[in-house]
């Protein structure tokens, strides 16, 4: 009997028990990581920003992933959405479209602040009509909805030509859709809005790396609450 267990608390066999107990453990993180629910987000410059705190805050709980890239303004949705929602089974997809529709643009559709050279990238009916095509397209994923509303940035804001007013009337354009087809909203806008000078950068439509994280923890909310 005692040979038979010197082999197994000998330095060798210590090292080859723990070596597959370690393995077994992963094994089954790596199985239960699988298992757990897929949450898609997309969006712009804003929602990079907050993605990756967002993924530490739902660690264990979801895989957070991010459309590739930028998803820019809702053409570029209507475009590419199909792509972005692949033939993945999502739990809960998380989007936004705004900043870069309500942006001025030249002919060349570069960004410009000349009101004489330019216009808004995408104008707003074109906006709303948009948001229900990538709307009736989401809604065939199964995954459950939530609309970010596009956030505020200050008057005379650097980078292209923004105007401060349209971004409410682009958010109703917005709402309207989201209400028709009872889509769960995530408003980001009144989020920021009183908290606005703490968060965002001076003068820019983005957020500092604290601000992100505040960003995080709010859409991380929503999607817990979805995803219960």
Not at 92 to 101: E, K, Q, R, T
Not at 118 to 127: F, K, S
Not at 128 to 143: H, M, P, Q, S, Y
């Amino acid at each position: 009997m005692r040979g038979r267990f010197e082999g197994i608390f000998s330095p060798t066999g210590l090292t080859l028990f723990f070596l597959a107990v370690f393995i077994i453990m992963n094994v089954s993180s790596v199985r239960a990581e699988k298992d757990l629910p897929k949450v898609l987000i997309i969006g712009d410059s804003i929602s990079i920003g907050y993605t990756p705190p967002l993924t530490e805050i739902l660690k264990g709980k979801a895989i957070v992933e991010h459309n590739p890239g930028n998803a820019a303004h809702s053409q570029k949705g209507v475009e590419n959405i199909d792509e972005w929602v692949g033939d993945t089974q999502w739990a809960v997809i998380h989007f936004n479209h705004g900043l870069h529709d309500l942006k001025w643009v030249d002919d060349q559709g570069k960004n410009t602040r000349d009101r004489d050279a330019g216009h808004i990238q995408i104008p707003v009916e074109d906006y709303e009509t948009n948001l229900e095509k990538i709307v009736e397209r989401l809604e065939k994923t199964g995954a459950k909805l939530i609309f970010a509303t596009t956030t505020p940035f200050p008057e005379n804001v650097d980078g292209p030509l923004r105007d401060i007013d349209q971004v409410k009337i682009y958010n109703d354009a917005a709402l309207r859709v989201m209400k028709k087809h009872d889509i769960a909203i995530d408003d980001l806008y009144s989020f920021v809005l009183p908290q606005i000078e703490k968060i965002q950068r001076p003068n820019n439509v983005h957020f500092t790396e604290e601000g992100s994280k505040v960003l995080a923890e709010e859409v991380a909310r929503h999607i817990e609450k979805a995803l219960d």
